[in-house]
């Protein structure tokens, strides 16, 4: 027993404890890149519970925090078997406007299209163990009015060979 506790908070203390978008201070952003797992599988999860839950397009379309980069588009997208980035405010898309990730817990505030047209506004609670994979547990629709989108993240910020432009001929 002590040493499942030891291990359990081995594994807990090197869980990144982020939030996007970031509010940490920059050491702490140092430990809490995107890109490391288990922040594009969060994203992944919230995604696909959203798309099955709330329904609203066919194919995903999404759109992740500010700060986020190419790479954990990249991975995101592969996780959801080929979702799309969102790259103009014209498409209809899944936004994940905050990730709050913890220890063994996150939290996604999420605006989805609903199947009336508009778009809706829920947080996202998952939960994960030593042994269990992350999952959403349960999730909150809230009732305030979605009345403005986010503007497409995917192209801000990222290098070159992200968006298309072909750097090599220089």
């Not at 040493?3 to 050491?27: H, K, R």
Request: one cysteine or more.
């Amino acid at each position: 027993m002590k040493y499942l506790l030891l291990i359990t908070l081995l594994f807990s203390g090197c869980t990144p404890v982020a939030t996007y978008p970031p509010v940490e201070t920059d050491i702490a952003l140092v430990f809490s890149d995107s890109e490391n797992e288990p922040i594009p599988t969060i994203f992944a999860e919230s995604l696909r519970y959203a798309h099955e839950r709330f329904g609203g397009m066919d194919l995903v379309v999404f759109n992740l925090p500010e700060t986020v980069g190419g790479k954990t588009y990249e991975v995101v997208s592969d996780k959801l078997g080929g979702a799309l980035p969102m790259e103009n405010k014209e498409q209809v898309s899944f936004h994940i406007i905050e990730l709050r990730k913890r220890p063994f817990r996150a939290e996604a505030d999420i605006i989805f299209p609903s199947t009336s047209g508009n778009y809706e506004r829920a947080t996202l609670y998952l939960t994960s163990s030593l042994i269990d994979p992350w999952k959403v547990t349960r999730d909150r629709v809230w009732l305030v009015p979605v009345s403005e989108l986010p503007n497409p993240n995917y192209n801000s910020g990222l290098g070159n060979e992200l968006v298309g432009v072909d750097d090599s001929s220089q």
